[in-house]
């Protein structure tokens, strides 16, 4: 990582670039937000981008984040921290505890321990269902065949306050398609935040009404 490398400035860039997509595309969402990618950088390497006033961020991992978020948000209040990997079971409730959005929900027991953790805390975070929209076998999400049941039996059934839809597309193909199909089932279920686009291609998903794009590398540099 080129020491010379300025989170600040590159995270002004990217806000730059957002506002020009939003400008550019047919019809954004109402509002962008950007997700600062933190996974592998250290507390150093963050705090300047909050002190600047950039309050999202994103997490692969729970164990990481609890390493550093605690002291984070304690320091700068109104930081809101998205989960953006896939999460275990045994997880939940660390996650909850830190978490204030879950961006991989994907499953009825992962929606059923995440309903029991709300109630024994009386806090429920932010929840996005994961689609994984190019049916990958190695990667989290629900099967685009199976989203509209799943969805309906997270909030149905379990009366969970499901927010929207997030997608990691495959890296070997064009995204374009994978956001249209998110978009479209975002549609039909109603529901109306969509969680998609990164370093290569957030601009992509932008044109595609995503109202939150997940930017780590163009931030905060190669890991």
């Known amino acids: 990582m080129s020491s010379e490398h300025d989170p600040v400035a590159a995270l002004r860039d990217v806000l730059?670039?957002?506002e020009k997509a939003r400008e550019a595309a047919i019809a954004p969402a109402p509002q962008t937000t950007?997700?600062?990618?933190?996974k592998t950088h250290v507390p150093e390497r963050i705090a300047p981008v909050l002190e600047a006033g950039h309050r999202d961020f994103g997490e692969n991992r729970v164990q990481e984040a609890q390493g550093k978020w605690p002291e984070l948000k304690a320091q700068f209040p109104g930081t809101t921290l998205h989960l953006i990997g896939p999460l275990q079971t045994n997880k939940v409730r660390d996650a909850m505890a830190l978490f204030d959005a879950i961006h991989s929900l994907d499953r009825p027991k992962l929606a059923e321990a995440i309903l029991r953790e709300s109630e024994r805390i009386g806090r429920m975070p932010m929840l996005f269902v994961q689609?994984?929209?190019?049916?990958?076998?190695?990667?989290?999400?629900?099967p685009p065949r199976d989203a509209k049941a799943?969805?309906?039996?997270?909030?149905?059934?379990?009366?969970?306050?499901?927010?929207?839809?997030?997608c990691v597309p495959p890296v070997e193909e064009s995204p374009a398609p994978h956001f249209a199909l998110l978009?479209?089932?975002?549609?039909?279920?109603?529901?109306?935040?969509?969680?998609?686009?990164?370093?290569?291609?957030?601009?992509?998903?932008?044109?595609?009404?995503a109202t939150h794009v997940r930017v780590g590398t163009s931030i905060f540099g190669a890991r």
């Open 183 to 209: 978009q479209k089932l975002a549609r039909e279920t109603g529901l109306p935040l969509l969680s998609m686009g990164m370093s290569g291609d957030f601009e992509t998903a932008i044109k595609f009404g």
């Open 131 to 142: 689609v994984n929209t190019g049916e990958e076998e190695q990667k989290a999400g629900v």
């Open 150 to 166: 799943f969805i309906a039996h997270c909030r149905e059934t379990l009366k969970l306050p499901v927010a929207g839809l997030m």
């Open 34 to 38: 950007l997700i600062a990618v933190t």
């Open 16 to 18: 730059s670039r957002i």
